[in-house]
């Protein structure tokens, strides 16, 4: 079963920049859809950034120009780099993915039927 694995979390000013890893194993990143999903508390889950197996992107409008994602196929794993944060792009991340091509690249949190553990980033003023 495949497994996520992130890191990369942490406390920055706005402003500040941060990037994520998300490390697959037992499956490979090229052969799966990714997304980088986060939710706030008492807040529903939000797709941010998503990539398809073509390496097609999709972002969510607010992060777009300041979030990249992508991925290096040789390591295995999905980055996000996230630049200019805001105060209000504090949340927990979590890694997603579903093999099912039919929804890959959407924002959609319910389509990723595999999570990480989340990592948690606060962006202060």
């Known amino acids: 079963q495949v497994h996520l694995q992130e890191s990369g979390g942490g406390s920055v000013q706005a402003g500040g920049l941060l990037k994520f890893i998300c490390q697959v194993s037992?499956?490979?990143?090229?052969?799966?859809?990714m997304a980088w999903i986060r939710q706030t508390p008492g807040k529903e889950r939000e797709g941010v950034a998503a990539?398809?197996?073509?390496?097609?992107?999709n972002y969510k409008k607010s992060v777009e120009g300041r979030f990249t994602v992508s991925k290096d196929k040789t390591k295995n794993v999905l980055y996000l780099e996230m630049n200019f944060l805001k105060p209000e792009d504090t949340a927990m991340y979590y890694c997603?993915?579903?093999?099912?091509?039919?929804?890959?690249?959407?924002?959609?949190?319910?389509?990723?039927?595999?999570w990480g553990q989340g990592t948690q980033v606060t962006v202060s003023t």
């Open positions: 997603a993915s579903v093999r099912n091509y039919a929804y890959c690249a959407t924002l959609l949190a319910h389509f990723y039927d595999t």
């Open positions: 037992k499956d490979t990143v090229s052969d799966r859809c």
């Open positions: 990539i398809d197996h073509d390496d097609f992107t």
